[in-house]
């Protein structure tokens, strides 16, 4: 094989974490780096992975980590984002949180066994077909997943190919806080919760999203709620 | 993509005169700024673990209350408030 010919560019290294042959959604932002970013934070990890193989600390790696995410997505200077507004709604909190019912929306994917959104209406879809067709996910109509807030934590499922799932397989937590929403209400830190939280997954048609939002925001002001928790991933 | 997303239900949501709080990892808090959300709470966390790492109870509680906190202090649209807390993984 002649090496020079078929040496793989940084570039297309870089691009191979993202939805390639070396997919890694934690490290999708390496496309976005440019070479320089992605050879400084591979040069910073694998020094910090010198250190700890005496100290087993790898604090210093997450932190490099950590920080090439914040770099890799921060807007370029004069570019106008897709959507950005001057101005919008604010409602005003009237009841004290300690006293208020709160709700909660993630786009985190996740839904209860046996209530399957079945995204193109298809039955059983695994995260790894998620990955693979990120592209139809990001042309299809979103679908709002009802979770009952008193749904055992086992009973949750999450599937969502934009973003890596291991964390929220260990812990739901992470990703719908729906075990730290019932402490606070067993603890009086709120008031109470919504009979149902909502989920659905947020990689997505922005367009089709926003012609779901009137009945979407119709079903969540049933529930009540005097507060409510979004959590974006 | 997500935090476009939850941009465009937050605004829905609070326009129907709902008060939301939105919880953004530092990476893409900008389109809290952008899309002028009503109150939002910046976490120095990794993508895909915005409470926290998992089994991380103390840190997810911790990011929770402070959530709560800024509903019910915020008084304008655009409130952004960061947490300062870096990520760190599980307790052990």
Known sequence: MDDQTHAETLEA????????????????????ASDDEAATF???LLHHLGDAYDTGDAGPMIEVAYEAQVNAYRPPPGV?????FDDGPFAAVTTAVANARVGMLTTSGHFVVGDDPEPFGEAGLTQQDAVDRIGEFLRETPSLSEIPSDTPTGDLRVRHGGYDIRSALRD???????????EARDDGRVGGLTSTFFSFTG???????REQLPGWVERIR????????LVPV | MCHVSVGHVARAIEGSDVP???????????R?????????????????????????????????DAALALAESATTVGTVVELPDPYRPTPR
């Open chain 1, 172 to 182: 739901p937590n992470v990703t719908f806080p729906i075990d730290r929403l019932r």
């Open chain 1, 42 to 44: 591979l040069q910073a």
């Open chain 1, 80 to 84: 106008t984002p897709k959507f950005s």
């Open chain 2, 32 to 64: 809290a700024t952008e899309m002028m959300l009503p109150r939002t709470l910046v976490v120095r966390h990794l993508l895909g673990r915005p409470m926290g790492a998992a089994h991380d109870v103390e840190r997810q509680a911790r990011v929770l």
């Open chain 1, 203 to 209: 990689a997505t048609s922005h367009g089709k999203l």
């Open chain 1, 13 to 32: 290294f870089r691009n191979s974490f993202s939805y390639g042959r070396r997919n890694d959604l934690n490290f999708k932002f390496f496309k976005t």
């Open chain 1, 222 to 229: 049933e529930e009540g709620a005097d507060v409510m928790l």
């Open chain 2, 20 to 30: 939301t709080v939105t919880i953004m990892t530092k990476a893409f808090s900008h």
